[in-house]
């Protein structure tokens, strides 16, 4: 057992991680609240040659991914040539007519990029979610690494692990790559958001300033930095954790007030990089992932690596029929839904949800992805006093530098009730650390 | 000089100011604790007075828990420690995560003491870890306006509630004396005038508390130092 050295120590490490406050905020009935976010210190593992497959597979679909934004913002070739249907991009919700003729520092748009995957029982891995907004969750892996080596030396000294407590290295990184001239900042909403810890972390471990909108300004075609003394830094990076219609109430989300007043105009005018691109969105709809294996081939006249999960298209009629016969046996995502939500499961629907579910997709078919139900590879997990199977996923993480960078970790999250699928930690998952193996 | 900006200078200031409130309203308060024991049921209506707060109270017990544990009674040794811990949490990459550590620690130990049957046993612990707070930040801190700031925070406080609780003018003094070398070294504008009266008191025989409770707390005012960011 890889953890054998560790698990004996769960709760003292699950103690020192509350220490330092890694927690996650949630909102409940309209009341926010920090909850610890329960780790096991079981770790997931997986060996080189596997890992090797998915950092081809992971750098493959980021790259490709990356230039259908660069296309899709540009000549829309991808749209010209029949492969991708010009309803599912410009209907979908991130895309912004606004990042039209944008090109971003160095052509990047996917700064960091959070895979989500699952593993079959048949020991294959799918792609089941690409996320290119502002994907969150290496910190925790990160930090509770770090606890886990302090608990057990032996296992770390026995085991040959690549070490993640680089990612603070890789993303400084990726974010000096694209700095146009000027400090590095982290923006966040402030300390009542969700991820407010790994904002915080973060801007710790990379040395960067963490700053709320309300301490930068636009002036002269520049982004500054106000000091306490009232004098001004510029800033050339801006890795922000907020989204993007409230980045900027002049150009998005009139009513935002925790953007930066023409952030954006400067942004298009090359003197800052934000990170990630405004707009991408476009490419990380539920609808869109479907053509994701067709971009790869595309782009990159490449055959795909990574395969996502069984999925269908409601809009195609041949695909709206396959579901509609099949209901039971597949998973309906909504398609502007994140976070867990959106998703329902056939088989447990009740016979009046059913007929209302069918109504609704027949209405508005975009708005729906089904997919076959992915039998997940459970993995184990220590649960008060015993050693139990627990449904899991992994978001790998994908850094664009001046070269793709795959984090040799990711965040493991997992379901604590023994009958769920859903992962995340706001419906009360866990999270494991990621072991990739190095010999 | 670390860059810092105008917001976290403020947090700065007030984590100084609130993790010494706690610190030291909590040592005190366990001096008139005992005093209260067998000797003097109403002292919490003396202490109270003193710290130029409202006596709400209707009890010596309902003050001990209630001045301890009450997070809706804003002067509540919880409330402060709650305003240091909202202070902190905003500023990891300043202080560090080995530092604010400390902090969340006492805030652990105030919610064990909070429902525990000795809760003075408790509260040691909070005493404890703020004492570790402030000796990480001596320690793990290496940017000196970050540091100055907490500290200079630290003795305005300190000087507030030792003139209001009347401590020995020696100790007042030399309080005076340490806050006038930290103030320059915080990078934040402030009234050198204070500075000048406040070391005039200190020279003579007799300390005039009010005045100087008065003086210290205009030394900073963080409204009147506030840039102006424009659209």
């Known amino acids: 057992m890889a953890a054998d050295g560790l698990y004996k120590y769960s709760e003292q490490i699950n103690e020192l991680l509350a220490r330092y406050g890694v927690k996650f905020g949630i909102y409940k009935n309209n009341i926010f609240k920090e909850q610890l976010f329960p780790f096991d210190t079981i770790p997931r593992v997986i060996k080189k040659s596997e890992f090797d497959y998915l950092e081809r597979g992971l750098k493959q679909r980021v790259t490709a991914l990356n230039e259908f934004i660069k296309d899709i913002y540009s000549d829309k070739k991808i749209i010209r040539d029949g492969v991708v249907p010009e309803e599912f991009v410009y209907s979908g919700s991130g895309y912004l007519a606004q990042c039209e003729g944008v090109c971003p520092s160095k052509g990047v748009y996917t700064h960091i990029s959070g895979i989500d995957l699952v593993q079959g029982k048949d020991k294959n891995w799918y792609i089941l979610e690409d996320n290119l907004r502002i994907p969150s969750g290496a910190s925790y892996p990160m930090i509770a690494r770090d606890i886990c080596r302090r608990s057990s030396p032996a296992t770390f000294e026995k085991y040959h692990i690549e070490d993640n407590r680089n990612y603070a290295k890789l993303l400084r990184r990726t974010m000096d790559y694209v700095n146009t001239g000027g400090h590095t900042v982290i923006l966040s909403p402030g300390r009542y958001n969700a991820a407010y810890f790994e904002h915080s972390y973060l801007a710790e471990q990379t040395g960067a300033h963490l700053v709320t909108g309300s301490e930068l300004t636009v002036e002269n075609d520049r982004l500054y930095f106000i000091d306490y003394s009232g004098k001004k830094e510029q800033v050339g990076a801006v890795y922000r954790r907020i989204s993007d219609e409230y980045l900027d109430p002049m150009n998005f989300n009139k009513e935002s007030v925790i953007g930066i007043p023409h952030i954006y105009d400067i942004y298009r005018k090359g003197n800052v990089a934000l990170i990630n691109a405004p707009g991408n969105g476009v490419a990380d709809d539920k609808g869109i992932y479907y053509f994701v294996p067709k971009m790869v081939k595309y782009y990159l006249n490449e055959e795909p690596i990574l395969q996502n999960a069984p999925t269908y298209l409601p809009y195609y009629k041949e695909d709206m029929k396959y579901v509609l016969d099949n209901i039971d046996t597949l998973v309906l995502k909504d398609v502007a839904e994140a976070g867990g939500y959106g998703v329902v499961f056939g088989s447990k629907m009740t016979k009046t949800e059913k007929e209302e579910f069918i109504v609704l997709l027949i209405r508005e078919p975009r708005r729906f992805i089904a997919q076959e139900v992915i039998d997940f590879l459970d993995i184990d997990i220590y649960d008060d006093g015993e050693i139990v199977p627990r449904k899991a996923d992994l978001r790998a993480f994908v850094l664009m530098a001046d070269e793709p960078l795959v984090w040799k970790s990711g965040l493991t999250r997992f379901s604590r009730d023994p009958d769920s699928f859903i992962v995340n930690s706001s419906q009360g998952g866990g999270f494991k650390d990621t072991w990739v193996l190095s010999e | ?231």
Request: overall charge negative; proline content about 3%.
């Open chain 2, 1 to 231: 000089m670390a860059i810092l900006s105008f917001s976290n200078s403020d947090r700065l200031y007030w984590l100084g100011r609130y993790s010494e409130r706690v610190y030291t309203t909590l040592r005190s308060f366990a001096k008139h604790f005992d005093t209260m024991i067998d000797l003097k049921p109403e002292e919490y209506a003396d202490f109270c007075k003193k710290q130029d707060i409202p006596n709400i109270y209707t009890s010596k017990e309902d003050f001990s828990r209630r001045y301890c544990f009450d997070e809706n009674d804003p002067n509540s040794i919880y409330s402060n420690l709650m305003r240091a811990y909202d202070n902190a949490i905003v500023l990891r990459e300043e202080i560090g995560s080995e530092t604010l550590a400390y902090i969340q620690l006492a805030v652990y130990a105030m919610n064990k003491a909070k429902i525990s049957d000795a809760p003075l046993l408790e509260l040691q612990k909070v005493v404890d870890n703020i004492a570790a707070f402030w000796g990480m930040a001596d320690d793990r801190i290496d940017e000196a306006n970050v540091r100055s700031i907490i500290k200079l925070g630290k003795r305005v406080e300190r000087i507030d509630l030792y003139a209001r609780m009347n401590a020995s003018p020696d100790e007042i003094r030399r309080e005076i004396h340490r806050l006038s070398a930290r103030v320059p070294q915080t990078g934040l504008k402030y009234s050198a005038s204070v500075i000048v009266h406040l070391n005039y008191m200190a020279a003579k025989t007799e300390l005039d508390y009010p005045t100087i409770v008065k003086e210290v707390e205009s030394l900073i005012d963080f409204t009147e130092i506030r840039p102006v960011i424009g659209l």
